[in-house]
């Protein structure tokens, strides 16, 4: 059974800090991993799709990177600004989509 | 480009009662879903329908009906509500279904429709 877990729950850091949320996976066998973010008491917003082939993905300042035999993915944001203050997901597909509950950041000015 | 609707946002039910959650998608997309999300569960799917004339049972289906009404819209019916259901509901749609593996699309998601069962 696909279990994913995001360490840490939350996280706060200072304005302009480059950052890495973490996400990982017991089965390697994925077909795809998302990244989303969800704004308080809004929906998930949809940030980047890595395929299984894939090692990575990019927008902006967001990077993505996928590593199958290790179970894990991170995503990577440069030059954290107060806006970037949510809750971040992943979620694996393995012929279903399995979230992990989430990383929130917190974003200090 | 409204993308995926949800109604209503907010709704407070006695035990019992039945209600129905609407939404709608824009974006002309196969495949349409309902998740819940709860405190330390994470989101866990409910029913999805791939395409126009299927639905198909999720993680935690029971106490819910579905209706593909058209390719647009996907409801979400609770018969006789529990306080069990109290939850946020959350629809989501996707070129493909998100069951068909590498060909799998990204997710788009309403802003959440927030019930409370008394």
């Known amino acids: 059974k696909q279990e994913v877990t995001q360490i840490p729950a939350a996280l706060s850091v200072p304005e302009g800090e480059n950052l890495v949320l973490n996400c990982s996976f017991t089965d390697s066998a994925i077909y795809n991993l998302q990244w989303f973010r969800q704004d308080p008491g809004k929906g998930l917003t949809s940030l980047l799709l890595i395929q299984s082939s894939q090692r990575e993905q990019t927008s902006g300042r967001l990077n993505a990177s996928l590593d199958k035999s290790s179970g894990r993915s991170t995503l990577y944001i440069a030059a954290s600004q107060p806006g970037d203050s949510a809750t971040y997901l992943c979620?694996?597909?393995?012929?279903?989509?399995?979230f992990g509950q989430g990383t929130t950041l917190q974003v200090k000015p | 480009n409204a993308g995926v609707t949800q109604t209503p946002k907010f709704q407070v039910l006695k035990t019992g009662q039945s209600m129905t959650l609407q939404c709608a998608q824009d974006?002309?997309?196969?495949?349409m879903y309902w998740y819940r999300q709860d405190p330390g569960m994470g989101l866990r799917l409910i029913y999805y329908s791939a395409s126009e004339g299927t639905t198909d049972k999720g993680e935690v289906p029971n106490g819910y009906n579905v209706s593909r009404l058209n390719k647009r819209e996907f409801s979400l019916r609770l018969e006789s509500a529990a306080p069990s259901q109290t939850s946020v509901y959350f629809c989501?749609?996707?070129?493909?279904?998100?069951?068909?593996?590498?060909?799998?699309?990204?997710?788009?998601f309403g802003e959440g429709s927030r019930l409370t069962v008394l």
């Open positions: 974006m002309n997309h196969n495949s």
């Open positions: 979620a694996c597909n393995t012929g279903k989509l399995i």
């Open positions: 989501a749609s996707s070129e493909n279904p998100s069951q068909s593996g590498p060909l799998a699309g990204e997710l788009f």
